[in-house]
């Protein structure tokens, strides 16, 4: 079972980017999945978490209005478009799932992860 995130890269604050995940088997159209990211120093943190019909959402305070989470169960993928980008969303940024229906916030309830993308963001 695999988690591939891509989609990461340079951007000035203000701009946007979409970050996919891709999950390597299509037992994972019904675990919650999740966006967590880690900026230098920092411990890894919640951004954003989806369940696994796409209906019910969560995210960090810090994102919320600026960043959606979404997923095609048909590519067996999940995305995170994120808009009006900060210099502090400067950080690696990994999804993760868990077979659990419940969308935590906390890392160690996810038992999967992607290797992380890089965002990087210029003030």
């Known amino acids: 079972v695999q988690l591939q995130a891509s989609g990461g890269g340079l951007v000035q604050a203000g701009g946007s980017l979409r970050l996919s995940c891709a999950a390597s088997?299509?037992?994972?159209?019904?675990?919650?999945m999740g966006w967590f990211r880690q900026a230098p120093g920092k411990e890894r943190e919640f951004v954003a978490g989806?369940?696994?019909?796409?209906?019910?959402?969560s995210y960090a305070d810090s994102v919320k209005g600026r960043f959606t989470i979404s997923r095609d169960s048909a590519k067996n993928t999940m995305y995170l478009q994120m808009n009006s980008l900060k210099f502090e969303d400067t950080a690696v940024y990994y999804c993760?799932?868990?077979?659990?229906?419940?969308?935590?916030?906390?890392?160690?309830?996810?038992?999967?992860w992607g290797q992380g993308t890089l965002v990087t963001v210029s003030s």
């Open positions: 989806i369940n696994w019909r796409g209906e019910s959402t």
């Open positions: 088997q299509r037992t994972f159209v019904t675990a919650v």
């Open positions: 993760a799932a868990t077979r659990s229906s419940t969308i935590f916030r906390q890392a160690q309830a996810y038992d999967y």
